[in-house]
């Protein structure tokens, strides 16, 4: 895979993040336009929550247009495709910014206050939050609005410094927006510093395999990807560069993640030998079928009277090979689906694949394992560590695996 450029690099960061824009009402809210627009050119997906007030100064159509996305203006329009609607937009959320951000957004937020859209999803979110101060000097400066972003500061958000110059209000102070290109760059700065996987090679498999029987029919699993696309998408977020090769899966692919698409375990096995070579980080979340029919009919198979007898072969052990060819320094992962015994399997399979680590996960359960949005895992080190991983979104389980693989590769640097 070929390095990336540096404006490849800068635009890296935002690549498929998803952005909530939150828009209050203040006259600089038409340069939120502005900054929704970059950010969109930037590859980020920006969701723009508009307060009543906001409305006055900008029309929701005008962010509708430039986002791309629904604009959500209050707590009870539904907003489509998402199951409880006022907290979507929190949980969606990799980052949240509010700019204009008017000194009554800054009082809720700081007092817990959620009685609109906006409100309840900073209140929601636990994404990194962003305000951008706009307001005459004199609220700006008042004690109750410097306490409120003092409260904010303390619980970790991130308040951009108001420029100064002349205010709308007709003074001259601090209070101005910064311009759209500030703001943006200095989102950038703040995910390039969270960029921790800049620069390494990251290889994940996801998904099924399928093992042809006949032109119409396959041997198969229940795996539907999501793990691996969650992993996937997580560390091209940190910034680095990810193959995915995945089974047939019916998911759409990470921004910034190289695609490659294979349907059988041997084809899945030709292609992680060569992408495995430079690789600093293996990540074997495919469910990947252990046989094959031993011949592949050309020809449909047409019943007969009695019982039909496959005869299947083994297909090689892919990740058991990655141990065995890993290199100083690489770190391999692998999951462990067991449905009995999960400790012992889990390790066992640790030790005998040469993994630094491996996550166990109970398939057998409903809310864990295949097609599950959620997962509950234990994350076993060879280190001898143990975590155990409660109940959460497969994506929340990525960034947990990944912090680990980020620990290691940094220890065995
Ligand atoms: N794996 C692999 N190649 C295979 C089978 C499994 O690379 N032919 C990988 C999986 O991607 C996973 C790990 O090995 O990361 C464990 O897979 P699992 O199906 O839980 O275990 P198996 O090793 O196949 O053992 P068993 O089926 O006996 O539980």
């Known amino acids: 895979m070929a390095a990336k450029s540096v404006k490849e690099k800068e635009a890296g960061v935002f690549a498929g993040l998803h952005i909530v824009c939150g828009v209050t009402g203040g006259i600089?809210?038409?340069?939120?336009?502005?900054?929704?627009?970059?950010?969109?050119?930037?590859?980020?997906?920006v969701h723009v929550?508009?307060?009543?007030?906001?409305?006055?100064?900008?029309?929701?159509?005008?962010?509708?247009?430039i986002s791309g996305q629904p604009v959500s203006t209050d707590m009870w329009a539904k907003v489509p495709h998402f199951h409880v609607e006022h907290i979507a937009l929190a949980t969606l959320a990799d980052l949240v910014l509010v700019a204009p951000a008017t000194a009554n957004v800054l009082a809720k937020a700081a007092n817990g206050i959620a009685d609109d859209m906006l409100s309840t999803t900073l209140l929601a979110t636990k994404a990194p939050v962003f305000f951008a101060p706009a307001m005459n000097t004199a609220m700006y400066e008042h004690p109750a609005t410097q306490h409120n972003m003092d409260v904010l500061r303390a619980r970790g958000a991130h308040i951009l410094e108001p420029a100064s110059g002349p205010l709308a209000c007709g003074t001259s102070g601090k209070g101005r927006l910064p311009e759209p290109a500030e703001i943006v760059a200095a989102l950038g700065?703040?995910?390039?510093?969270?960029?921790?996987?800049?620069?390494?090679?990251i290889l994940v498999t996801a998904g099924g395999t399928e093992e042809p029987l006949d032109p119409v029919r396959y041997l198969g699993n229940h795996s539907t990807g999501r793990m691996g696309y969650a992993i996937a998408r997580e560390a091209a977020r940190r910034g680095a560069d990810v193959v995915l090769l995945s089974g047939p899966a019916m998911l759409p692919v990470p921004e910034g993640v190289h695609l490659i698409s294979v349907q059988t375990a041997r084809q899945m096995y030709e292609a992680a030998m060569q992408e495995s070579a430079d690789a600093d980080a293996i990540i074997m979340a495919a469910a990947v079928a252990d046989y094959r029919p031993a011949v592949t009919y050309p020809h449909k198979i047409k019943k007969g009277e009695g019982s039909l007898t496959l005869t299947l072969e083994r297909n090689p052990d892919i990740l058991l090979e990655l141990g065995r060819r890993k290199r100083t320094g690489q770190i391999l992962v692998g999951f462990a689906a067991e449905t009995q015994n999960l400790h012992a399997y889990a390790k066992a399979k640790l030790e005998k694949k040469n993994l630094d680590l491996i996550v166990a996960n109970d398939v057998s359960r409903e809310d864990a394992g295949f097609a599950a949005e959620t997962n509950e895992a234990i994350l076993f080190a060879r280190d001898g560590q143990e975590r155990e991983i409660p109940l959460m979104q497969k994506t929340a389980l990525a960034a947990i695996l990944l912090d680990s693989v980020e620990k290691r590769l940094a220890e065995k640097a």
């Open 49 to 65: 929550i508009m307060t009543k007030e906001a409305t006055q100064f900008v029309t929701e159509l005008t962010f509708r247009e």
């Open 28 to 45: 600089a809210a038409y340069k939120a336009v502005e900054v929704v627009s970059r950010l969109r050119k930037l590859g980020a997906e």
């Open 189 to 201: 700065q703040y995910l390039e510093k969270r960029a921790t996987l800049a620069g390494k090679k």
